[in-house]
């Protein structure tokens, strides 16, 4: 494994695997290359960081948005009413989604189509020579085989 190779795979491995004593091709090259580990231990620093941060955030922040409400109790009355009401319209609208006809193709659609299909099924090659030039078209025993024979006319 190449270091570029092993930088590669640090970003996306996840932290067991940052560990030289870990089992595997990126370990086995951790071992041999200080550069590399250095790098994955820089990683592994970061992430036990943010790990830290994020726990502090997250204990604080849950201290302060919790919001207890008591086993049984029931949620107001508006929105027991909103929701009665927002479940019959919610399926409407999906029956009037699925049931709805589907819109035809543009008429410009529907000729370059035709146009495609009529070229992709044209028995003979579509050749057009250039200014100056003559076209000789040959058929073979093999059907799926034309030669087409480009030549100058003088």
């Given at each position: 494994?190449?270091?570029?190779?092993?930088?590669?795979?640090?970003?996306?491995?996840?932290?067991?695997?940052?560990?030289?004593?870990?089992?595997?091709?990126?370990?086995?090259?951790?071992?041999?290359?200080?550069?590399?580990?250095?790098?994955?231990?820089?990683?592994?620093?970061?992430?036990?960081?943010?790990?830290?941060?994020?726990?502090?955030?997250?204990?604080?922040?849950?201290?302060?948005?919790?919001?207890?409400?008591?086993?049984?109790?029931?949620?107001s009355a508006v929105r027991r009413w909103a929701l009665r009401a927002?479940?019959?319209?919610?399926?409407?609208?999906?029956?009037?989604?699925?049931?709805?006809?589907?819109?035809?193709?543009?008429?410009?659609?529907?000729?370059?189509?035709?146009?495609?299909?009529?070229?992709?099924?044209?028995?003979?090659?579509?050749?057009?020579?250039?200014?100056?030039?003559?076209?000789?078209?040959?058929?073979?025993?093999?059907?799926?085989?034309?030669?087409?024979?480009?030549?100058?006319?003088?």
């Amino acid at each position: 494994m190449t270091c570029a190779q092993a930088l590669d795979y640090m970003l996306e491995a996840d932290a067991p695997e940052l560990h030289a004593d870990a089992p595997g091709a990126l370990a086995g090259h951790l071992r041999g290359c200080a550069p590399c580990r250095s790098v994955a231990q820089r990683i592994l620093e970061a992430q036990a960081e943010l790990a830290s941060g994020l726990a502090a955030l997250t204990a604080a922040g849950v201290r302060e948005e919790v919001r207890v409400r008591p086993i049984g109790s029931a949620p107001s009355a508006v929105r027991r009413w909103a929701l009665r009401a927002a479940l019959p319209l919610a399926g409407a609208a999906s029956m009037l989604l699925v049931l709805r006809p589907a819109a035809s193709p543009p008429e410009s659609a529907r000729v370059a189509a035709a146009a495609i299909q009529r070229d992709m099924m044209h028995e003979e090659p579509l050749v057009e020579p250039g200014p100056g030039q003559g076209v000789a078209v040959m058929a073979t025993r093999d059907p799926g085989v034309t030669v087409v024979w480009l030549y100058p006319s003088n």
